[in-house]
């Protein structure tokens, strides 16, 4: 079945931090890939997403390559802000009309002044 | 343009009462998808409208049931409440294709004592 692995948290940066956080999906066809954050007492916002191999969602400095080799999309920002401080979320969903939005277990950021 | 709504924010029931919450989409949008957000288990995929017709279900007993009106809105019911169903429930509109991310609402905070 479909699938996204994302790394444990919690992660804990300083300011100005390069930040990658993994994930990895497995998934039948052409998922999109999706990143959404979370902020506290929130619902989730879309941050970037990629709807095929080779696509580089990007928003706000993050970025994601949708890599289908090695079937990856990894969140990456240079330079982070306590702004950032959030909870991550990779997602994918899969085509077709009966494709429903499939969640990692999230990653809390804390960025630290 | 407005946002997807939820409401209530917030909801205290009791174990065996039965609770309804409300989602009103972007306008527009003609897909409406719920999920469930608990500590332990994550994001869950509850259930998906389109149309007034149900195109997807998740992995949740009977007890969760919902509903799309004509104008898109969406209400989501569950009955015999019980204490694992304490959550955050988040209601998603999209336009309705498989590449769209999803717009998520805040959420209601259900507990239930």
């Known amino acids: 079945g479909n699938s996204v692995t994302q790394m444990e948290g919690p992660v804990t940066l300083s300011e100005e931090a390069f930040l990658t956080i993994n994930c990895t999906y497995t998934?039948?066809?052409?998922?999109?890939l999706f990143w959404y954050v979370q902020y506290p007492g929130e619902g989730l916002q879309l941050l970037l997403k990629?709807?095929?191999?080779?696509d580089k969602g990007s928003n706000k400095g993050f970025e994601a390559t949708y890599r289908k080799e090695t079937t990856s999309f990894h969140l990456e920002k240079g330079s982070v802000q306590v702004s950032d401080s959030a909870v991550y979320f990779c997602a994918l969903r899969n085509g077709g009309s009966q494709g429903n939005l499939i969640f990692g277990k999230g990653t809390k950021l804390s960025v630290k002044p | 343009k407005a946002g997807v709504t939820q409401t209530p924010r917030y909801l205290i029931k009791t174990r065996g009462q039965q609770v309804t919450l409300s989602c009103s989409p972007i306008?527009?949008?003609?897909?409406v998808s719920w999920y469930q957000q608990t500590p332990g288990q994550g994001l869950q995929f509850l259930f998906e409208?389109?149309?007034?017709?149900?195109?997807n279900k998740g992995n949740f007993p009977g007890r969760f049931s919902g509903r799309q009106f004509s104008n898109s809105r969406s209400e989501m019911n569950v009955s015999t409440l019980e204490l694992g169903d304490s959550a955050l429930y988040l209601c998603?509109?999209?336009?309705?294709?498989?590449?769209?991310?999803?717009?998520f609402g805040s959420g209601t905070r259900l507990t239930v004592v």
């Open positions: 409208y389109f149309s007034e017709t149900q195109r």
């Open positions: 990629a709807t095929k191999a080779d």
């Open positions: 306008s527009g949008h003609r897909s």
């Open positions: 998934a039948t066809g052409y998922p999109s």
């Open positions: 998603a509109s999209s336009p309705g294709d498989a590449h769209h991310g999803y717009t």
